[in-house]
C-alpha cells in the first residue's frame, strides 16, 4: 500500500460528498437497468468520473468547500428522515402533537377519544383527537 500512499500524497482523497456521488451512481446503474433508460447510465458514469476528479484532485481547500456545502444540505435532510421513521414506529398506537405555544412535540396514546393535553414544556393546554 505504499505506492497507494505516495499517489495519494497531496490530494484529496475521500469524504462523505464522494460516497453520496457512488451510492448515487450505482443507484442511477440500477435504475437504468430496470427501466432500460440509457441517459441514466450516462449520468451515473459522469458522477463516477466527478468522484475520481475529487478524490485526486489537488485543490483541498476547495474539495472541503464543497463536500461542507453538501453536508449543510445533507444533515438536515437525514434528521427529517430520522425523524419520520421515528414516528413511524409507534403511528398505531400513539399520535403525535405539537405544542402551539412552545413547539414541544407531545406523543398520546391512540383511542382515547378528545382529550386535554398539557405541554410538559410550558404547561399551554390543548384538544387532541386521539
Ligand atoms: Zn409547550
Known amino acids: 500500500m505504499n505506492w497507494f500512499r505516495r499517489m495519494m500524497y497531496g490530494r484529496y482523497g475521500s469524504d462523505q460528498l464522494n460516497v453520496a456521488m457512488l451510492v448515487a451512481s450505482i443507484a442511477l446503474v440500477l435504475v437504468s437497468r ?3 433508460v440509457r441517459l ?11 468522484c475520481y476528479l475529487r478524490m485526486f484532485s489537488r485543490n483541498i481547500a476547495r474539495r472541503h468547500e464543497e463536500n461542507q456545502r453538501f453536508l449543510r444540505h445533507w444533515f438536515p435532510l437525514r434528521d427529517r428522515w430520522y425523524r419520520m ?8 398506537t400513539h399520535r ?9 412535540k407531545l406523543r398520546v396514546p391512540r383511542g382515547r377519544g378528545k382529550v386535554s393535553i398539557t405541554c410538559p414544556r410550558c404547561g399551554n393546554q390543548f384538544l387532541g383527537k386521539t
Open 40 to 50: 441514466l447510465y450516462w449520468l451515473s458514469l459522469v458522477l463516477l468520473v466527478l
Open 34 to 36: 430496470i427501466f432500460r
Open 85 to 92: 421513521a421515528d414516528n413511524l414506529k409507534d403511528i398505531r
Open 96 to 104: 403525535h402533537f405539537k405544542c402551539r405555544n412552545c413547539g414541544q
